[in-house]
């Protein structure tokens, strides 16, 4: 059997564990906001394709309530506040099961086959980014993987929530992205920028990701002036055509491109707090990272409509203990890879300056991008040295203050995390030098990825103290909202490890961990809180 | 075929992990977790000792009446072990009301260190006893010194102390009050998970070893 198929194969035992969780086990409104992103859905599978923010309401019935239990008041769904491409696939189950019974307690999960199947799919085009762009096919596979043993990427496999729909679509832009970066091929840009759109049709957090995206890609695009120009007016508009229709849509009804759901009025607006004693004394960064392992629950606790008088807000839990600990420790031990990658990376480049036959001059009959005439500028051994000593100064600076000014549990698990966050600034600004310098397109490749990842970092970091300072508490701090850099983030950190050489071996134990921390989090956590909460 | 026997190894590997901890979903807690302050513990359980704690029932959650009202009762203290090193002997623990009483034989070598154990009374359900002046003992049948277990008490009880040897203590027992509800859902989809994991890690060595084509 060929790698691919054995990836297919693993690939569908994921989509089967999302399927069976949904169906089985996750509770129905078990998932962030699925009770929004049901009522969006099913709003579409009854013939509403556009519901408007504002008008959109929850549905009253969600997870087969009787009649006598409906809520009285209509529930504003914020969830319109979503473009619509994830909700119209969910409708589509829906829509079916619909046919047969509107009120079957199965019909409420129905929607969760679409991100089920997603996850499945995410796990194959994953290993095909990996393998694509330089990394061992099995190695790729463990990688892939290994993504699938996150709880959290697994428990929004099994809802109804856009998420891990968003991660697919990302995962496949990224993939022709690289394709486009290795071959040059015009398809390849345009498939891009097709996949990136439908990013964008999905969730907004995707237009974060695809401008930087859109922007390295004309960056390595090697093509005269004129049609430089063409292309890159091209993918510019494939790329944005979803996201300006949905900016024109919030234009037309709300009078602002980005206009997203404000949960009440501004309630206490926070003056004089600055950006550093927010991170001090806020866990963002701590929460984000742990969100990102395992945030469990929601409203999915209030089962039995004769007890609703004991339903009050959410039930949440962070999973911690073993899990965590596992997971922390093996992230902190690949960022520690890629520092390391990073130092080789410079050495090769110190060793390189002035040596003409790198890429950027390689006679394959393409014009030179922008980034090969920087290159070419650059490239040599004073000008690399001072921009590596520039890059680890300015860098180490800024992740000392970040080191001390993040807010930190006390604890291993805490200190390592805070080590392991506190290094983003010193790696995303070699990497950027990195890119400059570097005519190695795989090289490239793995240096990107800290880049994106860095930029979308802090473009959410801001929109959290923004938020922070408007309502006076703490928001949006979700590790999910990352999904859309992942792709070229694993890959990065992938690439580092095939460079540094780790033993297959090592990755497939390091792998068997992640999926025992994955199994444990579910075993003695998620489904002995799902038992502990429920009424 | 190897293969196949990998993915069997596996599984009874990850069955051996969580077995117990996956047939313990059977219980649910129907009350609110106990909070524990200033630990204490009468000592080893040996023979003819007794613990007896009166049941606090304004711990039960709110909803536990209407939603376990008829499953069978559950007492779960929190046991010292001593490391888990062998323990053996028995310990009965009984369950008294005005009007009725069940007991339970519990092997001592079964609870964990600093871990509740549950104790279920087949004959009683939660909505028998609860309310009613019901009192818990706990008491050595066969137990040695140096190889019997013991039940913390907290002080977090104000006015429910327990009762060691006959004597009032200024603690009280720390205890959990679980329910038998079965859920076979969730411990089917644990073994679900178990399955679906194993075969993964199975699929995934396979890839690694063998020589295919990407």
Same mark, same amino acid.
């Given at each position: 059997?060929?790698?691919?198929?054995?990836?297919?194969?693993?690939?569908? #035992?994921?989509?089967?564990?999302?399927?069976?969780?949904?169906?089985?086990?996750?509770?129905?409104?078990?998932?962030?906001?699925?009770?929004?992103?049901?009522?969006?859905?099913?709003?579409?599978?009854?013939?509403?394709?556009?519901?408007?923010?504002?008008?959109?309401?929850?549905?009253?019935?969600?997870?087969?309530?009787?009649?006598?239990?409906?809520?009285?008041?209509?529930?504003? =769904?914020?969830?319109?506040?979503?473009?619509?491409?994830?909700?119209?696939?969910?409708?589509?189950?829906?829509?079916?099961?619909?046919?047969?019974?509107?009120?079957?307690?199965?019909?409420?999960?129905?929607?969760?086959?679409?991100?089920?199947?997603?996850?499945?799919?995410?796990? %194959?085009?994953?290993?095909?980014?990996?393998?694509?762009?330089?990394?061992?096919?099995?190695?790729?596979?463990?990688?892939?993987?290994?993504?699938?043993?996150?709880?959290?990427?697994?428990?929004?496999?099994?809802?109804?929530?856009?998420?891990?729909?968003?991660?697919?679509?990302?995962?496949?832009?990224?993939?022709?992205?690289?394709?486009?970066?290795?071959?040059?091929?015009?398809?390849?840009?345009?498939?891009?920028?097709?996949?990136?759109?439908?990013?964008?049709?999905?969730?907004?957090?995707?237009?974060?990701?695809?401008?930087?995206?859109?922007?390295?890609?004309?960056?390595?695009?090697?093509?005269?002036?004129?049609?430089?120009?063409?292309?890159?007016?091209?993918?510019?508009?494939?790329?944005?055509?979803?996201?300006?229709?949905?900016?024109?849509?919030?234009?037309?009804?709300? !009078?602002?491109?980005?206009?997203?759901?404000?949960?009440?009025?501004?309630?206490?607006?926070?003056?004089?707090? #600055?950006?550093?004693?927010?991170?001090?004394?806020?866990?963002?960064?701590?929460?984000?990272?742990?969100?990102?392992? #395992?945030?469990?629950?929601?409203?999915?606790?209030?089962?039995?409509?004769?007890?609703?008088?004991?339903?009050?807000?959410?039930?949440?839990?962070?999973? !911690?203990?073993?899990?965590?600990?596992?997971?922390?420790?093996?992230?902190?031990?690949?960022?520690?890879?890629?520092?390391?990658?990073?130092?080789?990376?410079?050495?090769?480049?110190?060793?390189?300056?002035? =040596?003409?036959?790198?890429?950027?001059?390689?006679?394959?009959?393409?014009?030179?991008?922008?980034?090969?005439?920087?290159?070419? /500028?650059?490239?040599?051994?004073?000008?690399?040295?001072?921009?590596?000593?520039?890059?680890?100064?300015? !860098?180490?600076?800024?992740?000392?203050?970040?080191?001390?000014?993040? %807010?930190?549990?006390?604890?291993?698990?805490?200190?390592?995390?805070?080590?392991?966050?506190?290094?983003?600034?010193?790696?995303?600004?070699?990497?950027?030098? !990195?890119?400059?310098?570097?005519?190695? &397109?795989?090289?490239?490749?793995?240096?990107?990825?800290?880049?994106?990842?860095?930029?979308? #970092?802090?473009?959410? /970091?801001?929109?959290?103290?923004?938020?922070?300072?408007?309502?006076?508490?703490?928001?949006?701090?979700?590790?999910?909202? %990352?999904?859309? &850099?992942?792709?070229?983030?694993? /890959?990065?950190?992938?690439?580092?490890?095939?460079?540094?050489?780790?033993?297959?071996?090592?990755?497939?134990?390091?792998?068997?961990?992640?999926?025992?921390?994955?199994?444990?989090?579910? &075993?003695?956590?998620?489904?002995?809180?799902?038992?502990?909460?429920?009424? | 075929?190897?293969?196949?026997?990998?993915?069997?190894?596996?599984?009874?590997?990850?069955?051996?992990?969580?077995?117990?901890?996956?047939?313990?979903?059977?219980?649910?807690? +129907?009350?609110?977790?106990?909070?524990?302050?200033?630990?204490?513990?009468?000592?080893?359980?040996?023979?003819?000792?007794?613990?007896?704690?009166?049941?606090?029932?304004?711990?039960?959650?709110?909803?536990?009446?209407?939603?376990?009202?008829?499953?069978?009762?559950?007492?779960?203290?929190?046991? +010292?072990?001593?490391?888990?090193?062998?323990?053996?002997?028995?310990?009965?623990?009984?369950?008294?009301?005005?009007?009725?009483?069940?007991?339970?034989?519990?092997?001592?070598?079964?609870?964990?260190?600093?871990?509740?154990?549950?104790?279920?009374?087949?004959?009683?359900?939660?909505?028998?006893? +609860?309310?009613?002046?019901?009192?818990?003992?706990?008491?050595?049948?066969?137990?040695?010194?140096?190889?019997?277990?013991?039940?913390?008490?907290?002080? +977090?009880?104000?006015?429910?102390?327990?009762?060691?040897?006959?004597?009032?203590?200024?603690?009280?027992?720390?205890?959990?009050?679980?329910?038998?509800?079965?859920?076979?859902?969730?411990?089917?989809?644990?073994?679900?998970?178990?399955?679906?994991?194993?075969?993964?890690?199975?699929?995934?060595?396979?890839?690694?070893?063998?020589?295919?084509?990407?």
């Amino acid at each position: 059997m060929d790698l691919n198929r054995s990836a297919f194969w693993v690939a569908a #035992g994921f989509a089967l564990m999302a399927l069976y969780l949904a169906f089985f086990v996750t509770p129905p409104g078990d998932i962030p906001d699925e009770s929004g992103h049901f009522s969006y859905a099913r709003d579409i599978a009854r013939g509403d394709f556009f519901p408007l923010l504002g008008e959109a309401t929850m549905a009253p019935d969600l997870w087969g309530r009787p009649r006598e239990y409906w809520s009285t008041e209509p529930r504003d =769904n914020w969830i319109a506040q979503h473009p619509p491409l994830y909700y119209l696939i969910a409708a589509g189950p829906l829509a079916v099961g619909e046919l047969f019974s509107e009120t079957h307690p199965v019909v409420y999960r129905l929607p969760r086959i679409a991100s089920a199947l997603s996850l499945g799919a995410l796990i %194959f085009v994953l290993y095909r980014l990996f393998s694509v762009a330089g990394v061992k096919p099995q190695r790729a596979l463990l990688l892939a993987a290994s993504t699938g043993f996150v709880p959290m990427v697994m428990q929004l496999a099994s809802g109804t929530n856009n998420d891990i729909f968003l991660f697919l679509l990302s995962a496949l832009a990224s993939y022709y992205w690289v394709r486009f970066l290795q071959d040059q091929q015009i398809r390849h840009a345009y498939l891009f920028a097709l996949w990136v759109t439908l990013a964008g049709a999905t969730k907004m957090t995707a237009w974060v990701f695809m401008a930087p995206m859109v922007a390295i890609l004309l960056f390595e695009m090697r093509r005269p002036p004129w049609a430089w120009l063409g292309h890159a007016v091209g993918v510019t508009a494939v790329a944005l055509s979803f996201p300006i229709l949905w900016m024109s849509r919030n234009l037309l009804h709300f !009078g602002a491109p980005f206009y997203v759901y404000a949960e009440g009025a501004p309630s206490q607006q926070i003056q004089d707090y #600055g950006f550093l004693q927010f991170m001090r004394e806020q866990p963002v960064l701590d929460s984000i990272f742990a969100h990102f392992y #395992g945030l469990f629950g929601f409203s999915g606790y209030c089962q039995t409509p004769e007890l609703a008088q004991y339903c009050d807000g959410i039930r949440m839990t962070r999973l !911690g203990d073993f899990p965590y600990h596992a997971f922390t420790d093996i992230m902190a031990l690949v960022v520690l890879a890629y520092l390391v990658f990073l130092a080789m990376v410079f050495l090769r480049l110190r060793r390189a300056a002035g =040596n003409q036959t790198s890429a950027a001059t390689a006679g394959d009959g393409l014009p030179r991008s922008v980034q090969m005439h920087l290159q070419a /500028l650059l490239a040599r051994p004073v000008v690399v040295n001072g921009l590596f000593v520039f890059g680890l100064l300015v !860098g180490l600076g800024a992740s000392l203050a970040l080191y001390q000014n993040n %807010f930190s549990r006390p604890g291993m698990a805490g200190s390592t995390q805070n080590l392991m966050m506190s290094v983003a600034p010193l790696a995303a600004l070699l990497a950027g030098i !990195g890119v400059l310098l570097s005519g190695a &397109v795989r090289e490239r490749l793995a240096l990107y990825g800290a880049v994106l990842f860095f930029f979308f #970092g802090s473009v959410l /970091l801001y929109q959290v103290y923004a938020g922070y300072l408007d309502a006076g508490w703490l928001r949006g701090v979700q590790g999910r909202y %990352f999904y859309p &850099v992942l792709p070229l983030m694993l /890959l990065a950190l992938g690439l580092a490890l095939e460079r540094l050489r780790v033993p297959t071996l090592l990755w497939l134990l390091v792998t068997g961990v992640l999926a025992l921390a994955f199994l444990d989090a579910f &075993v003695t956590q998620v489904i002995p809180f799902y038992l502990s909460v429920r009424i | 075929m190897r293969w196949l026997v990998v993915f069997l190894a596996l599984s009874l590997l990850l069955i051996w992990r969580y077995g117990d901890r996956i047939a313990a979903y059977d219980l649910e807690s +129907a009350s609110q977790e106990p909070v524990i302050t200033l630990p204490q513990h009468p000592g080893e359980l040996v023979a003819g000792r007794t613990v007896e704690q009166e049941l606090d029932w304004s711990r039960l959650k709110p909803w536990a009446l209407d939603r376990y009202g008829e499953n069978t009762l559950c007492i779960a203290p929190f046991f +010292a072990a001593y490391g888990n090193r062998p323990n053996r002997g028995s310990l009965d623990v009984t369950i008294s009301t005005p009007d009725r009483s069940a007991q339970a034989r519990l092997d001592m070598s079964a609870p964990r260190d600093n871990r509740f154990y549950p104790v279920c009374f087949d004959a009683l359900s939660l909505e028998e006893v +609860a309310g009613q002046n019901a009192v818990l003992t706990i008491r050595g049948v066969d137990g040695l010194l140096g190889s019997s277990v013991t039940t913390w008490l907290t002080s +977090a009880h104000g006015g429910l102390p327990a009762r060691v040897d006959g004597a009032s203590a200024e603690h009280g027992l720390v205890y959990d009050v679980k329910v038998q509800v079965g859920n076979p859902r969730e411990r089917w989809g644990a073994w679900v998970l178990v399955g679906l994991t194993a075969l993964i890690l199975t699929a995934l060595a396979r890839a690694v070893v063998q020589r295919g084509k990407p």
